[in-house]
């Protein structure tokens, strides 16, 4: 009896080996050609092209913006945009979980398509693992499409047993899309650093993220609109039908994505006016009345082939040289905001030459206490005393600290996390986007963003920082070299005015720099 069980027991191994050997060597599907489709263009009889004609009929060759800082209002322009969609909407995003906050957005365009809607949803695979039914599900909506961006080979949940079954392929899907945006009525569009997930909108109770979206219409959205259409009709767009065939009936699939969404919390209240005393969108739009700077202003992508180039091809025309090239312009100032900051050697060369020629910088970046991206850090700790040393002036955000701003939303007990991808040249134009500032945005992963001429909006996110004003907000510590000049210290400001000086990493983070010690030597700057 017990070498019998032995047997059962061993056969049941050797299956499970074998099914993982095969889903180990297994491949994605052959590609089966989409069918291309196009931002819609007689869109100009929708409700919302009427109000942004109405808005800016005083200056038809500029475009609109609005600053969304606060996670709540933020996330209301999203569900805004869907509910008074007619035609079109058109989202593109890097991860969309599977929480609350997904499920939400997922059932409004499941809800805008019943109207008669058509919702193409582009969603890069990364983090896909685990919701291929949820995804599918929505697809066989009638009116919605769903396409992945370069799919993985395996479709398993855990994200690192994922990663390991696609080693074969690592080259390929080491490459991600990290572009975020929502078009409606190819008229209005949401674009910046939020991701759609609880921590993204202040939703969660053990960290969220410090994050800014820009709410734009006008001429910019066309171009936005081509940019989507880029990807959607790229050869690394796959049909989710393809990766994930669903074998539901039409009806029984609704039924099914009925289940899955009917679990989401309901919107979180609003307060009747934002930290830059904007009402919430969805007020704006029921009215008519749009509060905008009317801007010149581009759009920056990086075109989807360019994960299939070198790093060397990948970053020539890319969104981060563009963004190089707008920061190389600054006659006397560039205040740069950025979660991950890895400058490398030749950054800091263009900060040197840039500080002797007498212009300010200043960065703001998480602290490692902060940050969710620790190997990140460490890549920007390589030469953060460098910076201090050449003149380039340190924030780093401390997540207890800026958390009791008051500017970015209402943090409860949770911690704070920098993730808005911004700069500011001269008080006069304004880069934002998804990109980051480390070699991956730059040659590794696609990004898109905005070049906005506002000082208008440059004066808004300066007030959301104190900049220039009778109280600055204090959002963590300022940094400067010790009196030897061979490492920085940290200047902790209490809230009864008390200056603290650190000189080592505030916090106790031994295991994680251990970690980071261990693992960067092998990780490689280029992958960060």
């Known amino acids: 009896m017990g070498e019998n069980n032995k047997c059962v027991g061993l056969r049941r191994l050797a299956m499970l080996l074998a099914a993982w050997l095969l889903t180990a060597c297994a491949g994605l599907p052959p590609p089966v050609p989409n069918v291309p489709t196009h931002a819609l263009t007689d869109v100009a009889g929708t409700a919302l092209a009427r109000t942004v004609a109405a808005n800016g009929a005083h200056a038809p060759d500029l475009s609109g913006f609005r600053l969304l800082p606060e996670a709540s209002f933020a996330f209301d322009a999203r569900i805004a945009l869907a509910r008074r969609a007619e035609k079109t909407l058109d989202v593109q995003y890097y991860l969309i979980q599977n929480d609350d906050v997904g499920l939400l957005l997922l059932r409004e365009l499941r809800d805008a398509a019943a109207r008669g809607v058509r919702v193409r949803l582009l969603v890069d ?51 991600r899309m990290h572009n975020k945006l929502m078009l409606a009525d190819n008229s209005m569009a949401v674009m910046g650093g939020r991701n759609i997930a609880n921590d993204y909108f202040m939703r969660s109770t053990a960290a969220n993220y410090i994050d800014i979206d820009v709410l734009s219409c006008g001429p910019v959205v066309r171009d936005l609109s081509a940019s989507f259409d880029r990807y959607w009709n790229s050869a690394q767009a796959w049909s989710i039908q393809t990766v994930a065939p669903l074998r539901l009936s039409p009806d029984a699939a ?134 201090l040393r050449i003149g380039v002036e340190i924030q780093e955000i401390a997540p207890e600290i800026s958390a009791r701003s008051g500017r970015f939303g209402t943090f409860g007990h949770s911690l704070s996390r920098l993730h808005a991808k911004l700069a500011t040249i001269d008080r006069q ?68 005015g008390r200056e603290i000086v650190h000189d080592d990493q505030p916090g106790r983070f031994i295991w994680l720099r251990i970690q980071n010690w261990l693992l960067l030597p092998m990780v490689g700057e280029e992958l960060l």
């Open 125 to 175: 695979d990364l983090y896909m693992g685990g919701q291929d039914e949820l995804f599918a599900v929505l697809a066989a909506q009638p009116k919605v499409e769903v396409r992945l961006f370069n799919p993985l080979p395996s479709r398993v949940a855990s994200l690192p047993l994922r990663l390991a079954l696609s080693l074969h392929e690592i080259r390929r899907i080491n490459h």
């Open 254 to 387: 609704r039924r099914r994505f009925d289940q899955l969404v009917k679990a989401a919390a309901p919107d979180v209240p609003l307060e009747a006016r934002d930290a830059l005393d904007n009402p919430p969108v969805t007020e704006q739009l029921a009215t008519g009345r749009l509060t905008m700077h009317w801007a010149p202003a581009r759009v920056v992508a990086d075109d989807p082939a360019k994960i299939t180039r070198t790093p060397e091809q990948a970053y020539k025309g890319s969104v981060i040289e563009a963004t190089l090239q707008a920061f190389g312009q600054a006659q006397s100032e560039l205040r740069i905001s950025s979660p991950y900051f890895i400058p490398g050697q030749q950054g800091i060369e263009l900060m040197q030459h840039a500080i002797a020629q007498g212009r300010r910088i200043s960065v703001l970046t998480n602290s490692l206490g902060a940050t969710d991206e620790p190997l990140a850090y460490a890549g920007y700790e390589r030469y953060r005393t460098e910076m």
């Open 429 to 496: 134009r304004m880069v934002i986007g998804s990109m980051n500032l480390d070699h991956r945005s730059a040659a590794v992963n696609t990004e898109v963003g905005l070049i906005i001429d506002s000082p208008e909006a440059v004066a808004q996110f300066n007030h959301l920082l104190g900049i220039d004003g009778a109280q600055p907000v204090n959002l963590g510590y300022v940094l400067r070299l010790s009196a030897d000049g061979q490492r920085p210290e940290w200047i902790e400001t209490t809230e009864n």
